[in-house]
Structure formats: structure tokens, C-alpha cells
């Protein structure tokens, strides 16, 4: 199944490190970060498991909930979140689904054969509380994710939801922000950005961050 951006993030019900999660039912009304691990007790993604449970205050000013994926069984998970906790100086506050059966893995074209026919690659996901999927980021199992680049776009992705805006490249919380070539007429250049904006060009229109 290929996932798409703006497809509804299929549900599903798997095992997990926390016990049987029925997912769209955990999500609730919070963002979510998805993302999947090629096997437990494996180095990078050790690292990757105490970075994101670091993050947890960042995440939880966004309304963000993570939740990791793993091919191996539950009682592997807590036994390898105790090796995270004690290695990277944390606490892994969010679950981990115990994907034995290839079940979510398969629903999220998470395993690429050609790489591997039994382990997931590095895929993520961020999904709206409405359950679209909104990025998806592929990675391969040699290279750890940047989570400052997750929390970026989840920056970018709440910042155009409530405003008529697009972020430009290497965009940052606080950086200018681009008008969309949608918005022409005067009066409402002047209503939806009453900070004024610069033009390098007719279709390249730059304006303060509006909720800065």
C-alpha cells in the first residue's frame, strides 16, 4: 500500500510496549509522529528512541504524541527501552508497537525488499489531528533521522494551517514567511498581513511571521 500525503493514516490494532493500542483511538486530537526501526536493541536506533523521548517537552508544546515501530515483540521492547533509558539519559515516555506479524509494517509500506524482506526501513510519518498524513520521510536503516528537522516541519505545517502563508527553504520558527501567489487582491494583502511585505519579485512576496 503506498501512503500519500493528505491520505487518512489507516488505522489499526497491534500489541505494543504499553499493551493493545487501537491507533487512531490513541491519537486522539494530538499530532502525531509515527515512525519505524528496522529491529530492537540495535545502535541507531538506541539513539534515535532517547533523542525523541528527550524531545517530549518540545513535542508536547505542539500537541505532538510519538510513537515508535519495531518488527519485534513487546516483552523485546521493554527490554530494550531499560538499555535506551540507561544509555541515553532518559525516559521513554511513548509506546512502542511490537509489530510481529508485519501487520502495521505492511499497512505503511514500511518494508522495502530490496533492502530487507523482514525489517522495516527508517520511515516517519507526521499526521494531523485529523488523521491526514501531512510529511513522510524515508530514511535509509545506516542513517539516523533529524528530529530538529520533524520538529521544523511541525513548526512549518501548524504555522500554514492557521495562516495564508508557505514557509520559504531552511524556514525556522520566527523567520519570514512567504505570501502564496493565491492572494492578489490589495484589500486583503492588507487584512491577512498588516505588517506589510516585500517583494524581490511580483511572485516572490516576503512578510513577518503573523503570529510572532
Known amino acids: 500500500m503506498t501512503i500519500r500525503l493528505g491520505d487518512t493514516a489507516p488505522d489499526f490494532e497491534q500489541d505494543s510496549s504499553i499493551g493493545p493500542l487501537k491507533f487512531h483511538e490513541w491519537a486522539g486530537n494530538a499530532w502525531v509522529v509515527l515512525f519505524s526501526h528496522p529491529a530492537d536493541f540495535?545502535?541507531?536506533?538506541?539513539?534515535?528512541?532517547?533523542?525523541?523521548?528527550?524531545?517530549?517537552?518540545?513535542?508536547?508544546?505542539?500537541?505532538?504524541?510519538?510513537?515508535?515501530?519495531?518488527?519485534?515483540?513487546?516483552?523485546s521492547h521493554q527490554n530494550w527501552i531499560k538499555d535506551i533509558e540507561a544509555t541515553q539519559n532518559t525516559v521513554v515516555g511513548f509506546p512502542?508497537?511490537?509489530?510481529?506479524?508485519?501487520?502495521?509494517?505492511?499497512?505503511?509500506?514500511?518494508?522495502?525488499?530490496?533492502?530487507?524482506?523482514?525489517?522495516?526501513?527508517r520511515s516517519l510519518f507526521v499526521i494531523d489531528p485529523n488523521k491526514k498524513?501531512?510529511?513522510?520521510?524515508?530514511?535509509?536503516?545506516?542513517?539516523?533521522?533529524?528530529?530538529?528537522?520533524?520538529?521544523?516541519?511541525?513548526?512549518?505545517?501548524?504555522?500554514?494551517?492557521?495562516?495564508?502563508?508557505?514557509?520559504?527553504?531552511?524556514?525556522?520558527?520566527?523567520d519570514d514567511v512567504i505570501i502564496p501567489l493565491t492572494v492578489q487582491d490589495p484589500e486583503v494583502l492588507k487584512q491577512k498581513y498588516p505588517k506589510g511585505y516585500t517583494a524581490a519579485r511580483p511572485y516572490l512576496r516576503v512578510t513577518p511571521q503573523p503570529n510572532k
Open 42 to 75: 540495535t545502535p541507531v536506533c538506541t539513539t534515535e528512541l532517547g533523542l525523541t523521548a528527550k524531545l517530549k517537552p518540545e513535542f508536547d508544546k505542539r500537541n505532538v504524541k510519538a510513537i515508535a515501530l519495531s518488527v519485534d515483540p513487546a516483552e
Open 133 to 174: 498524513v501531512r510529511l513522510t520521510i524515508t530514511y535509509p536503516m545506516s542513517t539516523g533521522r533529524n528530529f530538529d528537522e520533524v520538529l521544523r516541519v511541525i513548526d512549518a505545517l501548524q504555522l500554514t494551517d492557521g495562516y495564508t502563508v508557505a514557509t520559504p527553504g531552511n524556514w525556522k520558527d520566527g
Open 96 to 121: 512502542i508497537i511490537a509489530d510481529a506479524d508485519r501487520k502495521v509494517s505492511t499497512l505503511y509500506d514500511m518494508i522495502h525488499p530490496e533492502v530487507s524482506a523482514t525489517a522495516t526501513v
